[in-house]
């Protein structure tokens, strides 16, 4: 049960308050974004693409099936609060091992309900993502203000290397053995090792600072590059490693922040979203085969189209908006997704990505 209310608030950097009722205390300051899944409220708390944002779930029900182990995507939650319109207490699940309140509580994570998050959105849509402090210990706004506007914007925050990994781990194939892939570690999701594990590949999991001469030293069929929080114009040693593999002919799948550190390393720059891309139903075409894609996101930067170089064809685009969802390159083994194929939660429009790369490799 959530017990006594006890009232919490919102602050964004425009000066806007929301007020509500504290679900879990706490004080976190973070980029305030918006995540339009109807489900899958678990997997996005332990996305570790969220790291240094507050989410608003537009789902108005959150916590009717409490949360269970199996739904984890990493080994605690990234986000740095969450808000919500109505939180359900006591899950009716039988799958649940508790609820999402108590779940929200051991591991500390701030959480308000009772915000008005139709209003909040719209907000952020019309704005776009801004600053903001959730607190249920504070009431001195105009302190908050202050230390608000100090608090750094996403733009030129380097965080994948906090959600990377501290060492090298290997993960077996289920089934035969296929390949033998790296995957480069900013903020990987469990279920891309799975996806990429159920089809064969036997993984070799990176530190984001490992050297692209240790996927030599492997003797690795291929790469990934995952998704992961922050800024990708940041990872500047990443960037030049991912350089380094393609120009050794080394095949590479980049997904999220990897498909954008591919851009980024074949000489592309990137550009921050007005409110990115969170959620289950982003439309993405394909413009060679013009099938349309229903995709999951979570992103915040995008490749810029006009800064590709010559020989790099955009393959989809995401129809809401145009940005790039993919490209390939003249001549090199690589594969790119903005989205997210493996989901959870999510469509699985675009999981056929994992089979195509593997299918590549020849073994």
């Known amino acids: 049960m959530i017990g006594a209310v006890r009232p919490g608030l919102l602050l964004l950097e425009d000066g806007t308050?929301?007020?509500?009722r504290s679900v879990a205390p706490g004080t976190r300051f973070g980029e305030v974004v918006f995540n339009t899944s109807m489900t899958g409220y678990q997997e996005i708390l332990t996305d570790p693409s969220y790291l240094g944002q507050i989410v608003v779930l537009t789902q108005p029900h959150i916590g009717n099936y409490g949360v269970t182990p199996r739904d984890e995507e990493s080994a605690h939650p990234w986000v740095e609060a969450l808000v919500v319109r109505r939180v359900t207490a006591v899950p009716s699940s039988h799958g649940a091992s508790e609820g999402l309140v108590e779940y929200l509580r051991r591991h500390r994570l701030p959480a308000l309900d009772g915000i008005d998050t139709r209003a909040l959105v719209r907000r952020l849509r019309d704005q776009g993502a801004m600053r903001g402090v959730l607190t249920s210990e504070r009431t001195d706004v105009e302190a908050l203000r202050?230390?608000?506007?100090?608090?750094?914007?996403?733009?030129?925050r380097e965080l994948a290397h906090q959600a990377s990994c501290a060492a090298e781990w290997e993960l077996p194939a289920v089934g035969p053995q296929r390949c033998h892939l790296a995957v480069y570690d900013y903020g990987v999701k469990t279920n891309i090792l799975r996806?990429?594990?159920?089809?064969?590949?036997?993984?070799?999991?990176?530190?984001?600072?490992?050297?692209?001469?240790?996927?030599?030293?492997?003797?690795?069929?291929?790469?990934?590059?995952?998704?992961?929080?922050?800024?990708?114009?940041?990872?500047?040693?990443?960037?030049?490693?991912?350089?380094?593999l393609l120009d050794a002919e080394v095949p590479?799948?980049?997904?999220?922040?990897?498909?954008?550190?591919?851009?980024?390393?074949?000489?592309?720059?990137?550009?921050k979203l007005k409110f990115g891309h969170h959620g289950g139903n982003q439309p993405v075409k394909d413009l060679l085969s013009g099938k349309t894609l229903i995709t999951s996101q979570n992103h915040g930067f995008a490749i810029d189209p006009e800064s590709l170089p010559a020989g790099c064809r955009v393959t989809q685009v995401n129809l809401n908006d145009g940005t790039v969802e993919a490209f390939d390159v003249a001549g090199k083994p690589v594969i790119s997704a903005q989205y997210h194929p493996e989901a959870a939660p999510g469509p699985h429009d675009a999981s056929d990505i994992f089979e195509a790369f593997i299918g590549r490799l020849g073994r």
Request: charged share 20%; proline share 7%; net charge neutral.
């Open 195 to 244: 996806s990429l594990a159920a089809r064969g590949a036997r993984l070799s999991v990176l530190p984001s600072r490992t050297p692209a001469t240790r996927v030599q030293e492997l003797g690795a069929d291929g790469v990934v590059l995952v998704n992961g929080p922050g800024d990708p114009e940041t990872l500047l040693g990443p960037i030049e490693q991912v350089r380094r």
């Open 17 to 20: 308050v929301f007020h509500g």
């Open 146 to 156: 202050e230390e608000l506007a100090a608090f750094p914007r996403m733009e030129g």
């Open 252 to 271: 590479v799948l980049g997904i999220c922040l990897g498909h954008q550190l591919l851009g980024l390393a074949l000489g592309a720059r990137t550009f």
